[in-house]
T-cell receptor, first 113, second 116 residues
């Protein structure tokens, strides 16, 4: 069975600074997909970024980028130039070839003005 | 694209009552998922459908929970009878495999259920 671990329940960052959220996963699959979702206080789940395991290049979406280390089974999210609107719960998710999604327990990020 | 639509947004009911949560997936999506979110357990997959057929319902906690998908544009999650421990936010999500193998889950805004 796949598991997704987010070891940082809470984090904070000063506005305009950079923060990295950690995620590790466990799988025996060779092909899979990874995602980061953001859940602001409105509770809507918003896709932030996605990564295919067969691609070595790290995905980037504006201020959001990932550091994907396949051998280490690590998938961290870096947020640059943090903004107040980035305050939210962040979930790491793993999708296996069977289309099953597994979510981590989340990291609560607070951006401090 | 209207996104995944869930109703109601909030539901408050008394213990023992029947609760029905509704979901309209994104048109053309062939997968539909029901999740439950609580502080203690995070996001739990309850059940998912592919082309209206339930594929995996191993996450459904008890026989009190049931889910149906009578057609491609509608699904329900029913709890009968409801109990206080069912209080949670229930999310519906849909996904298209056809458009892209790595297509993500698209979530609705969730239903916050409170059972008193």
């Amino acid at each position: 069975a796949q598991t997704v671990t987010q070891s940082q329940p809470e984090m904070s960052v000063q506005e305009a600074e950079t923060v990295t959220l950690s995620c590790t996963y466990d799988t025996s699959e060779s092909n899979y997909y990874l995602f980061w979702y953001k859940q602001p206080p409105s509770r809507q789940m918003i896709l932030v970024i996605r990564q295919e395991a067969y691609k070595q290049q790290n995905a980037t979406e504006n201020r959001f980028s990932v550091n994907f280390q396949k051998a280490a089974k690590s998938f961290s999210l870096k947020i640059s130039d943090s903004q107040l609107g980035d305050t939210a719960m962040y979930f790491c998710a793993f999708m296996n070839p069977g289309n099953q999604f597994y979510f981590g327990t989340g990291t609560s990020l607070t951006v401090i003005p | 694209d209207a996104g995944v639509i869930q109703s109601p947004r909030h539901e408050v009911t008394e213990m023992g009552q029947e609760v029905t949560l509704r979901c309209k997936p994104i048109s053309g999506h062939d997968y539909l998922f029901w999740y439950r979110q609580t502080m203690m357990r995070g996001l739990e997959l309850l059940i998912y459908f592919n082309n209206n057929v339930p594929i995996d319902d191993s996450g459904m906690p008890e026989d009190r929970f049931s889910a149906k998908m009578p057609n491609a544009s509608f699904s329900t999650l029913k709890i009968q009878p409801s109990e206080p421990r069912d209080s949670a936010v229930y999310f519906c999500a849909s996904r298209s495999r056809v458009s892209s193998y790595n297509s993500p889950l698209h979530f609705g805004n969730g239903t916050r259920l409170t059972v008193t």
